[in-house]
Nanobody, 124 residues
């Protein structure tokens, strides 16, 4: 059974940092591209960042480019999102997701499994 479990939730002040983790099991993590999404209250879920199966290709939403870094540890089957210079508008529930297909070339547009989400709140 596939599991994606996010952690690292928190309430932090603007300008600070937070790192999210997504621990996975039940599938061959190293064969799948992974991504982070977020959903703010009253808004649709939006793409944040993605990384290919070997970690050599990443994509970011313009709103987080230069502040967030997506990475992965295939030995630990874990995905990360380092978030720096956080802003109140980064407040959202953050979800990790896996690509639907293995070894996706280019930007991932088809997502398979999802985590349950973790709340990130940026407030002074």
């Amino acid at each position: 059974q596939v599991h994606l479990v996010e952690s690292g939730a928190g309430l932090v002040q603007p300008g600070t940092s937070l790192r999210l983790s997504c621990a996975t099991s039940g599938f061959t993590f190293s064969s799948y591209g992974m991504g982070w999404f977020r959903q703010a209250p009253g808004k649709e879920r939006e793409f944040v960042a993605s990384i290919n199966w070997i970690g050599g290709s990443t994509f970011y939403a313009d709103s987080v480019k230069g502040r967030f870094t997506i990475s992965r540890d295939n030995a630990k089957s874990t995905l990360y999102l380092q978030m720096n210079s956080l802003k109140p508008e980064d407040t959202a529930v953050y979800y990790c997701a896996s690509a639907r297909q293995t070894h996706t070339i280019g930007r991932i547009t088809d997502w398979g499994y999802w985590g349950q989400g973790t709340q990130v709140t940026i407030s002074s």
